[in-house]
């Protein structure tokens, strides 16, 4: 946690430049601390570790997942344990209950058989390459996000435009744009009450008036502390009898849902849920893939009902580095795929719907004899989300060597 009370004689000792540098970090200081209500907001949710999509959204039909899957394959639908139905075809895990409402409701669409044209089966790369969203290039620096940010500039951008959940700096937000990383909104604090007060009252009557560029900094961190008060979140109560899992996931989304409705001017968020690398007893309705997907649906759906109405102004895509081997293993679990699945929600979605092209579990179909083919690039979708809900059409700049085709996009995202 970062703490930024300071006493009179601590500010005296260490000179302008230290004060400035303990408010806030001097990427952070150098933005525009002003609020601007965002009118479309992105929440990006990293499943880190390669979620089993085959599992995750099951292909019920396909006879090689259950010949294949002794031990972990999910029962159809009406079975015991059975997975939830979608349309015929494809089916939910049964931990995923509550998403269900959200899909039938057209505001939750799936994208399967999505994922990176690189073959790597490599966590770091895979991750990497999906982060830049330039697949095979590893000299590539900046996040598909950061490059968004740079694309579509605010001249009054707030603070809080692009924030992570985390305690670092994602690769997707790595770059020249600035974003704030935080593993709890709790850190952006001058302290509480009469302590907070002194601190903020010592920084202004020390800075106050002048114009140099420490002054400039102390201001500008001022306040940006100052819109964070407006956050407050010990006292955040989630709206229309929302509960979010008390695990770290359900918390970032709780605080992400906060901050879209302070209206700080959010307008890309980034939320990272680990543990998806099931290479050991996965389970099947039941157990350790069950356990993770549980919270993330409760999670997700608890975001949805705290937003209420200004869940129509955002979008929540879901991401994963890649899927897992059809073939389950000799540890009860699956190694790593090709092929993943993706979820999309949000007002702007056309829910409702699997989207993709499915190419099948036939032993024929498979990538290298083993793996869910992958059939939509996911550059694909991701570039129809920042064109279609974001509103920035030059996708080239966000995605370069992509040829993006708008006449084929998925229409995931409503025009």
């Known amino acids: 946690m970062i703490d930024l009370r300071l006493t009179r004689r601590q500010v005296l000792r260490g000179g302008a430049a230290a004060a400035a540098t303990l408010v806030l970090p001097v990427r952070l200081m150098l933005r525009r601390a002003a609020a601007q209500n965002t009118a479309r907001v992105l929440v990006v949710i990293f499943q880190r570790g390669a979620v089993d999509a085959l599992n ?78 330039v697949p095979g290039d590893k000299r590539v620096t900046t996040g598909w996000l950061d490059r968004y940010l ?57 800075y106050g008036g002048r114009d140099d560029l420490p002054a400039v900094l102390v201001g500008e961190a001022l306040r940006a502390v100052d819109l964070a008060g407006r956050l407050d979140p010990q006292s955040y109560v989630p709206a229309n009898g929302a509960v979010y899992p008390t695990s770290t996931f359900g918390t970032e989304l709780r605080q992400i849902a906060q901050t879209i409705k302070a209206g700080v001017g959010l307008e890309v968020a980034f939320a990272d ?58 540890s009860g679990g699956t190694d790593h795929g090709h092929g993943t699945a993706m979820f999309v929600l949000g007002g702007t979605v056309r829910g409702g719907g699997v989207y993709g092209q499915w190419p099948g579990l036939a032993a024929d ?48 995202i409503a025009s």
Not at 384 to 404: K, M, R
């Open 56 to 133: 995750m959204v099951v292909p019920y039909r396909e006879g090689p997942y259950y010949d294949q899957r002794s031990s972990i394959a999910v029962p159809a639908p009406g079975q015991s344990g059975g997975a939830i139905d979608l349309d015929g075809q494809f089916a939910l895990h049964p931990a995923l209950a509550a998403l269900q409402p959200l899909f039938a409701a057209g505001e939750l669409a799936i994208v399967h058989a999505i994922g990176s044209p690189d073959p790597t089966r490599s966590h770091f790369d895979a991750q990497d390459y999906m982060e830049t969203a």
């Open 150 to 206: 740079q694309a579509a500039p605010e001249p009054a951008a707030s603070v809080f435009r692009g924030v992570a959940l985390s305690g670092t700096v994602p690769r997707t937000l790595a770059g020249p744009a600035d974003a704030l990383a935080l593993s709890d909104l709790e850190q952006l604090s001058l302290g509480s009450g009469a302590s907070g007060a002194l601190t903020r009252g010592t920084l202004a009557e020390m």
């Open 273 to 330: 849920v680990t543990g998806w690398d099931t290479h050991v007893l996965e389970g099947g309705s039941d157990g350790n893939l069950a356990s993770l997907l549980r919270d993330f649906g409760d999670a997700i759906a608890a975001l949805r009902v705290d937003l209420g109405d200004a869940f129509a102004d955002v979008c929540v895509p879901t991401m994963s580095e890649f899927g897992r081997t059809l073939a389950e293993n000799g």
């Open 365 to 412: 179909a498979l990538f290298e004899g083993r793996d869910l083919a992958v059939t939509t690039d996911f550059r694909t979708l991701f570039a129809e989300i920042v064109a279609h809900h974001l509103g920035h059409p030059d996708v080239s700049t966000v995605f370069p060597g992509f040829a993006y085709d708008e006449s084929a996009r998925l229409g995931v």
